[in-house]
């Protein structure tokens, strides 16, 4: 794939929920073939009726996209949204040799670069990371809340040129898209915001405005631990950018962690928190406040 993406790429995306489903339907709206990747009963739904978008950021939208349960035809593009837990299984939908293009995996946490570049070919793989509220409410039916949906690219095997491509798909589709220098950077970046998002309000069961007044001590210590592993790990400091971003954020806000929890699905606890920790063992560093929160969610 090179630098100047085809007017309409084909562009795969493997899981359909709340994220995978934002991005099919504002890649399909901006005029790309888009082909959804995932189980017989929403394949079904998704051939039926659609893709149904609901944004007040980024404008409705119901379009029409194609599905199947495996990638049979190569693609230019191949962005993988299914949680970390469900990655193994669902990398069995696409064959290493149908994707002609690049892999841009929009997953939290940090140690899915390795299966993916295991399944693969290294220099096809982008680190990608997705800062958006969105939920899939039904099969097929999908609801922006946040006000942004951006989106930071890197990757220390592809080629520049790989990277540049996915971003003019990614921004024609209406996303706001940066191309990073430093993988680990854009990795951790996300991570060591989200992962206390993520672990306060599921163990409160609580809005951000609520785990940023009544438990601010501990939220505070916990931005300082993961903080520190980022740092280790070559990620940012974002002890500040953090705790700026949670007191600017909407007071009703919940985590994706959070709705899971209430939903009784199964969390990303071992992706958020579970790689929190294990970086810190390898660092030598102490994180007894992320430690007893991955314990107690567990």
């Excluded at 299914?82 to 293009?101: E, F, S």
Aim: hydrophobic share 45%; glycine share 8%.
């Amino acid at each position: 794939m090179d630098a100047t993406p085809p007017a309409r790429a084909t562009v795969a995306v493997l899981g359909p929920g709340g994220i995978g489903g934002l991005v099919a339907a504002l890649v399909a709206r901006a005029g790309h073939r888009v082909v959804v990747l995932a189980g017989d009963a929403t394949v079904d739904v998704l051939r039926r009726d659609g893709l149904h978008l609901t944004s007040a950021a980024l404008g409705d939208a119901h379009v029409s996209v194609e599905a199947d349960t495996e990638l049979r035809e190569p693609a230019d593009v191949c962005v993988v949204t299914v949680k970390q837990g469900a990655l193994p299984d669902a990398l069995r939908r696409v064959d290493a040799d149908a994707v002609r293009g690049t892999v841009v995996p929009l997953l939290n946490g940090v140690e899915h670069m390795t299966a993916l570049r295991e399944h693969f070919p290294a220099e096809t793989v982008v680190a990608g990371v997705i800062r958006a509220e969105s939920t899939r409410v039904a099969p097929g039916r999908v609801v922006h809340g946040s006000p942004f949906a951006d989106v930071d690219l890197a990757s220390r095997t592809a080629s520049p040129d790989r990277l540049e491509a996915v971003r003019a798909v990614l921004a024609d589709a209406g996303l706001g898209v940066r191309v990073r220098d430093d993988e680990d950077a854009v990795l951790w970046g996300k991570l060591a915001v989200l992962a206390p998002f993520a672990l306060l309000t599921t163990r409160y069961a609580a809005p951000i405005g609520e785990v940023r007044t009544r438990h601010r001590d501990e939220l505070v210590a916990l931005v300082r631990e993961v903080a520190a592993v980022s740092v280790a790990s070559g990620g940012p400091d974002t002890t500040q950018s953090a705790l700026t971003f949670y007191d600017a954020f909407p007071a009703g806000s919940r985590s994706s962690m959070q709705r899971d929890a209430e939903a009784g699905r199964p969390l990303e606890l071992d992706a958020v928190g579970g790689a929190v920790v294990r970086a810190a063992r390898r660092s030598g560093l102490a994180v007894p406040v992320t430690q007893e929160l991955v314990r107690a969610l567990s």
